[in-house]
């Protein structure tokens, strides 16, 4: 039913994790950002672990867009690779500013992700024009953001997958990939910015699933745009990158002396036995992290259950005796008494407790999915000329209003939706 853990593992520092209380996250990218997934599994993450910080997520990912902004600002691409230092520095000072004044200084962020390069190496062998473009105005974005007070962690593009073949680190695009991620790097050591490799990771997961060829994608979706599984194990390795922590809450019981061993990050009261059934009451400070149920076979392509995910029960002193195990009524599965002595992680089998978390990951795509229009469809929409007067700024004006008021309402409704309630668990030995 549930998985073992096999050592313990203690909860880190608030402070390790890159996301802090009171910040004001933008996801800036294209259209792998635009997908609103694995940003989306970050958002919920983030809000799950955290449920009393104040927090805010925006994304603004473009699809076809680079590292300069293109769909922003609409450089010269082939006067840009072609410039000299000098005055393609001032070719990206001014496709970047122009881009992050419009979409992303507005929303005043705190911490920004940036996730470029699929898009700007051309899906072709390394091209040092391009590259030195790349760096350049990763560079610039870094300088823009840090100077409106914002940190940013850079993330790596993940690999693409061709389901054709074998040796995905063959494929020149990924070498040229992994060429802008070393770049990438580079940059972010420069700027001293927050570096994340999901490169390494993602590629080390489809060269052990790609033996023998399969005809699937191993992320699902497209060469290019994983589907939620692989996005799932972005967020993973995104999320390992910016130090998020991996215990949501642990309860060790003896129930042979009805005695609270440890608790951390939870509190259990109301520790009864009866007939040889045990019961108690549970209230965590987290919920467990939402695993989407599109991604649920990403849970086998990386360790995200225990480096990210572990909300666990240990219960010894039980005898040999196999149990019911129920959270506020609810039947969630039959657990052996030798399993439970060794420990589990309910983080996907809780019941009522992972569907709570569930609901706050429904919530969030419905917001994502609300400023997205709101962005995109309603804000930054161009009307034609013959169509233009004040009177169509004021319709513009009564829509953003309306969608703003949704995404409020969303808001508090994720933010109730996302405190931890007490629980009620009966072990019932069959």
């Not at 700027?191 to 023998?212: H, S």
Request: hydrophobic share 40%; glycine share 8%.
């Amino acid at each position: 039913m549930v998985f073992l853990f096999l050592a313990l593992v203690t909860r880190g520092h608030a402070g390790e994790f890159a996301i802090h209380d009171g910040e004001r996250v933008v996801f800036l990218g294209d259209s792998i950002t635009e997908q609103r997934l694995y940003t989306t599994y970050i958002e919920a993450y983030a809000l799950t672990r955290h449920p009393a910080w104040n927090l805010t997520f925006r994304n603004v990912g473009w699809g076809g867009d680079t590292s300069w902004l293109r769909q922003r600002a609409h450089p010269d691409e082939a006067k840009l690779f072609a410039a000299d230092e000098a005055t393609q520095q001032g070719m990206v000072e001014s496709s970047v500013k122009k881009g992050l004044e419009r979409d992303v200084l507005p929303l005043k962020p705190s911490f920004v992700t940036v996730k470029f390069g699929m898009n700007d190496h051309s899906y072709q062998p390394f091209r040092p024009d391009i590259f030195g473009a790349y760096v350049r105005s990763q560079g610039q974005i870094a300088k823009l953001l840090g100077s409106s007070g914002a940190r940013v962690a850079f993330l790596t593009p993940q690999p693409i997958e061709d389901n054709k073949r074998s040796d995905p680190d063959k494929d020149v695009r990924n070498e040229s990939l992994r060429k802008f991620s070393d770049g990438l790097k580079d940059v972010a050591a420069k700027e001293k910015a927050t570096f994340v490799d999901q490169f390494d990771p993602y590629m080390a997961i489809l060269l052990r699933e790609r033996v023998g060829n399969p005809p699937n994608t191993v992320g699902g979706g497209d060469a290019v745009h994983p589907g939620p599984i692989g996005h799932t194990v972005m967020a993973w390795a995104v999320l390992k990158g910016l130090g998020a922590s991996a215990l949501v809450s642990r309860a060790e019981l003896d129930a042979k002396a009805l005695n609270v061993v440890a608790a951390q990050g939870c509190k259990v009261e109301n520790f009864k036995a009866a007939q040889g059934n045990i019961s108690f009451d549970r209230l965590d400070e987290a919920l467990p992290m939402p695993i989407d149920e599109k991604a649920v076979a990403a849970l086998k392509l990386a360790p995200i259950q225990e480096e990210l995910n572990r909300y666990e029960l240990q219960i010894s002193g039980l005898g040999d005796a196999s149990y019911e195990l129920s959270i506020d009524g609810e039947v969630v599965g039959k657990v052996a008494a030798a399993d439970l002595a060794r420990g589990l992680n309910l983080a996907t089998k809780a019941g009522p407790i992972t569907k709570q978390a569930q609901s706050v990951l429904t919530m969030v795509f419905q917001k994502n999915d609300i400023f997205f229009n709101r962005w995109r469809n309603v804000q930054i929409y161009n009307f034609p000329d013959w169509s233009q007067g004040p009177e169509v700024e004021a319709r513009r004006k009564g829509e953003l209003d309306r969608l703003d008021k949704q995404i409020a309402e969303l808001e508090v409704k994720i933010n109730a939706a996302r405190k931890p309630v007490s629980h009620h668990f009966e072990l019932k030995a069959e």
